[in-house]
């Protein structure tokens, strides 16, 4: 009997052995400017895609994780500058079923995302654009809480629905509802995909102290909005994805409704994009267009073109915005080298010769 439980004792350690494993990837980009000018004098820089002033060095990210059948978790790092800092997300998640899965910690949950990436989002967005992801559908976890919680359940391949709570440090358990988000989707087959979410953290307010000083605190509203999506993957080639928001309270967020469409086509080595955000407020309307172009040669060469407008009242409400880039790159087996030009033009007109690395392992 002794040998027998010693038997499976070995056996399961080795099981465990055999599905679990802890592993190292990584991730990350850098963009060196030899020269760039905002329409005064020239200069250098090196910066992530989303780098600007204020001491942002090229991302150098790496994640430990832990994976088996039932549990794991995910620290991502960056030593950006050589400087030790947490990266996107720190978690544990259980799963005591395939179609549930519990996660606790910082978390994103990029499931239903849409994701309209393209062009000098990839390059430097400083002199070209900050909209490409969560365009159409806002990821799970969107306000970067480090203290959530999920559930996730998926009881058929075609459903997917996620509950999640954030800011849960020392908040009370009434406020729980007040600070969160819940999403679903939904895959039509051989159509496409239904999404829709209710996204809330509580609303912060204005007051005196008791010195007189004006001070922000945290209200007992919620300061809420809704987002449903569609995308349609019928036609061969082709992916359109569109999105509406809008708030819950516009007491509390003010009246607006925000309209968003991307697009892409393939066709044979070339890829075109579209894109295109409105957003409807009580007084202006905000208006951002964009579309691009890949085009992959032989040799792992690749060429990326886009072109950008923003409306006057969506860039600074005194000038229109325009950006156009160009960028070649070659490609390795985990990473990328390549070099472009960013041209903006608004009240002055600037220029930018981007170098960019990356890496993924």
């Known amino acids: 009997m002794k040998k027998a439980l010693a038997i499976l004792?070995?056996?399961?350690?080795?099981?465990?052995?055999?599905?679990?494993?802890?592993?190292?990837?990584?991730?990350?980009?850098?963009?060196?400017?030899?020269?760039?000018?905002?329409?005064?004098?020239?200069?250098?820089?090196?910066?992530?895609?989303?780098?600007?002033?204020?001491?942002?060095?090229?991302?150098?990210?790496?994640?430990?994780?832990?994976?088996?059948?039932?549990?794991?978790?995910?620290?991502?790092?960056?030593?950006?500058?050589?400087?030790?800092?947490?990266?996107?997300?720190?978690?544990?998640?259980?799963?005591?079923?395939?179609?549930?899965?519990?996660?606790?910690?910082?978390?994103?949950?990029?499931?239903?995302?849409?994701?309209?990436?393209?062009?000098?989002?990839?390059?430097?967005?400083?002199?070209?654009?900050?909209?490409?992801?969560?365009?159409?559908?806002?990821?799970?976890?969107?306000?970067?809480?480090?203290?959530?919680?999920?559930?996730?359940?998926?009881p058929m391949d075609a459903l997917y629905i996620a509950v999640y709570f954030h800011s849960l440090d020392k908040n009370l358990t009434e406020n729980m509802f007040k600070n969160m988000q819940a999403a679903f989707g939904y895959k039509i087959e051989g159509i496409g995909q239904i999404k829709a979410q209710y996204f809330a953290k509580q609303a912060s307010v204005e007051m005196e102290d008791e010195e007189g000083e004006t001070i922000t605190v945290l209200s007992d509203d919620a300061d809420g909005r809704i987002e449903v999506a569609f995308n349609l993957t019928k036609v061969e080639n082709l992916f359109v994805e569109f999105g509406f928001r809008m708030p819950t309270d516009t007491d509390i967020a003010g009246e607006w409704q925000q309209i968003n469409v991307y697009g892409n086509y393939k066709m044979d080595a070339m890829t075109f994009h579209l894109l295109a955000m409105i957003t409807l407020t009580e007084d202006d309307t905000v208006m951002k267009f964009g579309a691009g172009m890949d085009y992959a040669l032989d040799g792992g060469i690749g060429i990326n073109a886009d072109v950008r407008y923003y409306n006057d009242v969506a860039y600074n409400g005194e000038d229109a915005r325009i950006t156009f880039m160009v960028g070649a790159t070659k490609g390795f087996s985990n990473g990328l080298i390549g070099a472009g030009l960013e041209v903006v033009s608004a009240d002055e007109t600037g220029y930018m010769v981007p170098v960019r690395m990356e890496y993924w392992f």
Request: glycine share 18%; hydrophobic share 40%.
């Open 9 to 154: 004792m070995v056996l399961a350690l080795v099981a465990s052995a055999v599905t679990a494993e802890v592993s190292i990837g990584a991730w990350g980009r850098g963009i060196f400017a030899p020269l760039a000018n905002s329409g005064d004098d020239s200069y250098t820089d090196t910066a992530p895609s989303w780098g600007g002033w204020g001491g942002d060095e090229a991302r150098i990210g790496f994640t430990i994780a832990g994976n088996s059948d039932n549990v794991g978790f995910q620290i991502d790092g960056n030593v950006d500058g050589g400087a030790f800092s947490m990266g996107d997300q720190q978690k544990i998640w259980v799963k005591p079923m395939d179609m549930l899965k519990f996660q606790m910690g910082r978390i994103y949950d990029d499931t239903l995302r849409g994701n309209a990436a393209f062009g000098s989002f990839n390059w430097y967005r400083g002199f070209g654009s900050g909209d490409g992801e969560d365009i159409t559908f806002s990821r799970v976890g969107i306000e970067g809480s480090r203290e959530g919680f999920e559930v996730a359940i998926s």
